[in-house]
């Protein structure tokens, strides 16, 4: 069974567009995050909840939103899609809030934006 | 500010060769490191990790790290690279009770067969 799962793998999409990812985690683990990397391979945070709660929030857009209905659960909504926003985003997880955990990552969505 | 810096952007190495990869990381206090590998269009798997005891790490398919607090460093080694060691390298850190972790800008290894 995959531990970090995300849908959809990639993502070819119109500037302009609004769309979102999905990443479900089986590991019972009660911190979730969203990473960006660009095409240099630089790898971003850019949110993380703890039991649903926001506890990292990185200056990225507003644009962004992630939504975590339940702790299983961290979805990202990217609203007006511009052409910087190609990039291969990984959902992660962790057991805890604490630190020294290690995180287990996604396969990666890789959003192409035209 | 936390940083975690990685020296070597691309390492070429034909097999056999040892490897050394270097990490330095900017933290107050008790940190926790990291290094994962990012084989070709897949995602970040964890080859080792320090918390706390012996500073010398042994991961997985033969890797290790070396964790020198005085040097603020966590090289990552392995005395005999592969082929299939060819993959993308990111070190990481992360403060002591605090789940927020950084990223080097990763190193990007190619073994020649």
């Known amino acids: 069974d995959t531990a970090v799962s995300q849908t959809p793998k990639y993502l070819v999409t119109q500037m302009g567009n609004d769309k979102s990812i999905k990443c479900e985690q089986n590991?019972?683990?009660?911190?979730m995050y969203w990473y960006k990397q660009d095409s240099k391979k630089f790898l971003k945070i850019m949110f993380s909840y703890n039991n649903k709660e926001l506890i990292i929030n990185e200056t990225v857009p507003n644009r962004f939103s992630p939504k975590s209905p339940d702790k299983a659960h961290l979805n990202l909504h990217i609203n007006s899609l511009e052409l910087g926003d190609s990039a291969v985003y990984f959902c992660?997880?962790?057991?805890?809030?604490?630190?020294?955990?290690?995180?287990?990552f996604g396969p990666g969505t890789r959003l192409t934006v035209l | 500010a936390q940083s975690v810096s990685q020296h070597n952007h691309h390492v070429i190495l034909s097999e056999a060769a040892s490897l050394e990869l270097g990490c330095n990381y900017s933290?107050?206090?008790?940190?926790?490191l990291f290094w994962y590998v990012q084989y070709p269009g897949q995602h970040l798997q964890l080859l080792l990790k320090?918390?706390?005891?012996?500073?010398l790490v042994k991961g997985i398919k033969g890797f290790e790290a070396e964790f020198i607090k005085s040097k603020f460093s966590f090289n990552l080694r392995k005395p005999s690279v592969q082929w299939s060691d060819t993959a993308e390298y990111f070190c990481?850190?992360?403060?002591?009770?605090?789940?927020?972790?950084?990223f080097g800008a990763g190193t990007r290894l190619t073994v020649k067969p």
């Open positions: 320090y918390f706390s005891g012996d500073p």
């Open positions: 590991l019972g683990h009660d911190t």
């Open positions: 990481a850190a992360s403060a002591y009770n605090n789940n927020d972790m950084r």
């Open positions: 992660a997880s962790s057991p805890s809030g604490l630190a020294g955990n290690e995180q287990f």
């Open positions: 933290y107050g206090g008790t940190v926790n």
